[in-house]
Nanobody, 123 residues
Framework: QVQLVESGGGLVQTGGSLRLSCAAS????????MGWFRQAPGKEREFVAT????????YYADSLKGRFIISRDNAKNTVYLQMNSLKPEDTAVYYC????????????????WGQGTQVTVSS
């Protein structure tokens, strides 16, 4: 059974940085793609970034390129989301997700989800 556990959320001021972690367990993830999504109050869950576990290839939401960086540590089975120059509009619950095979950009593409971690950016 795949388990994804996010951590690292919190309260940060505008312009600050946070690094989220997603610890994955339950199977070998060599052929999986890991994604980060976020959901703000009253809004739909939206794509943030993905990374291919095997070759490290990445995709980002256009609006977040240059500020957010996704990475992984194979030895620790952990995926990270480094968030820089944070803005109040980045406030959301951030979710880690996993899908076998191809990268996806919609929540419905992913079969496994973590419980989410709250990120709040104060102005």
């Amino acid at each position: 059974q795949v388990q994804l556990v996010e951590s690292g959320g919190g309260l940060v001021q505008t312009g600050g940085s946070l690094r989220l972690s997603c610890a994955a367990s339950g199977r070998t993830f060599d052929y999986y793609v890991m994604g980060w999504f976020r959901q703000a109050p009253g809004k739909e869950r939206e794509f943030v970034a993905t990374i291919n576990w095997s070759d490290g290839s990445t995709y980002y939401a256009d609006s977040l390129k240059g500020r957010f960086i996704i990475s992984r540590d194979n030895a620790k089975n952990t995926v990270y989301l480094q968030m820089n120059s944070l803005k109040p509009e980045d406030t959301a619950v951030y979710y880690c997700a996993a899908v076998y095979g191809r990268p996806g950009f919609l929540p419905r593409d992913y079969g496994y989800w973590g419980q989410g971690t709250q990120v709040t950016v104060s102005s």
